[in-house]
């Protein structure tokens, strides 16, 4: 893949939205990602989808090729979005930057034929609580009975093909969902009739089996982002990076290494960095920034490949002395031309942050 070579990056560059996926047990958290994944892997050219720590990258170019119709590329100019590969909202409320919640926006995922169960409600009351724009995913329509297939079809067009009465048996479902919402104090309605996405939230109908409706998902994620969130995009790529650790693992060859999601800045193969461990800030000196390689690579070329930079927002794996005592959830920053002391300040004071929090829940 792409050396990346960020070195000529300076002032406001608009990154990549963080999503993450929510919803009660089995409503289909993981398929949805499966099935975006999939689908961006299928449409993407060779190389185009790259691969990731933790997160997966589906860049706009490859949102445009699975929206079909739906999606003029040139009506966007944020470079796609980046879900956040391990769903639930355990994995949200721990996954933190500064101070707020480390994704962006999120997708809430209901069984059509369940509708609100506990753990939707749970989610809920943590995106509103964090103030996380949202869209519900009214998941598995293909299990309506009677249902005919269209794999991959944006929703209208799918559901237009269906029966008088398969149809108005997902509408039920539909608005059953839209009620439960409105129980909960959320506007919503289905989103090709929503104008205000900021009052009102948008349930788009999808199967995560068939890929129906995902092409519609896609798009209303990009304009949601684009429209509401451009502002809190725009970042310095070429200052120093700040990140969240979400995962502490070993790696061959180099010890204890760190998954994290960077999401402001760059951080560079021999950057000064702080991060948040069990006994407080950590300070250590990047040895390596480890990309997973392309599973046909492996065999002859080792299961990393190191790269020169990481820009936000990305998933890596880093590499550094003395990460035995860092924490998953923990923030993690590059100190580039900072006072060092500076930065522990910072990373200390939001481990206290997530101490209170974690004391609270
Ligand atoms: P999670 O617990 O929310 O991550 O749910 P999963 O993704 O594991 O899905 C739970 C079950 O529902 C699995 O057996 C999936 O195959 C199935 N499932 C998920 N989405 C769909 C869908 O859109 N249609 C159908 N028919 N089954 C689905």
Do not use: C
Request: charged fraction near 25%; glycine fraction near 10%.
């Amino acid at each position: 893949s792409e050396p990346t070579d960020t070195d000529d990056t300076s002032g406001a560059t608009l990154r990549t939205p963080i999503v993450a996926v929510l919803g009660h047990v089995d409503h289909g958290k993981t398929s949805l990602l499966d099935e975006i994944r999939g689908s961006a892997v299928t449409e993407g050219e060779s190389g185009a989808i790259t691969q990731h720590i933790g997160a997966t990258a589906v860049p706009l170019d490859v949102i445009s090729e699975i929206a079909g119709e739906l999606v003029d590329p040139t009506d966007f100019d944020l470079p796609g979005l980046l879900f956040i590969d391990t769903p639930g909202h355990h994995s949200f409320s721990t996954l933190r930057s500064r101070g707020g919640a480390l994704a962006d926006i999120a997708i809430l995922v209901v069984d059509v034929n369940d509708g609100f169960q506990p753990q939707t409600l749970e989610a809920v009351d943590i995106l509103s609580r964090t103030q996380t724009p949202f869209i519900v995913a009214a998941n598995k329509i293909d299990t309506t009975p009677g249902w005919n297939p269209n794999p991959h079809t944006p929703a209208q067009q799918t559901i237009d093909a269906q029966t008088d009465r398969v149809e108005r048996d997902l509408n039920e479902n539909l608005y059953e969902l839209i009620g439960d919402l409105s129980d909960n104090g959320f506007s919503a309605d289905m989103y090709w009739r929503v104008q205000d996405f900021q009052n009102n939230i948008g349930v788009v109908p999808v199967s995560a089996e068939t890929g129906e409706g995902i092409p519609d998902l896609l798009t209303v994620m990009m304009g949601l982002s684009q429209r509401y969130m451009k502002e809190e995009m725009a970042v310095d790529v070429g200052g120093p990076a700040a990140g969240t650790v979400l995962e502490v693992t070993d790696t061959q060859g180099f010890g204890k290494t760190v998954d994290a999601i960077i999401y402001d800045g760059t951080i560079r193969s021999d950057d000064r960095i702080v991060v948040g461990g069990v006994e407080g800030p950590i300070v250590t000196e990047v040895r390596a920034l480890l990309r997973p390689r392309p599973l046909e690579e492996i065999r002859t070329e080792g299961q990393f490949e190191q790269v020169d930079s990481v820009a936000a927002a990305d998933g890596i794996k880093i590499a550094a002395p003395d990460l035995d005592d860092a924490m998953a959830g923990a923030p993690i920053r590059v100190v580039g031309d900072r006072d060092v002391d500076e930065v522990v300040e910072e990373v200390q004071a939001e481990l206290a942050d997530i101490a209170v929090e974690t004391q609270e829940e």
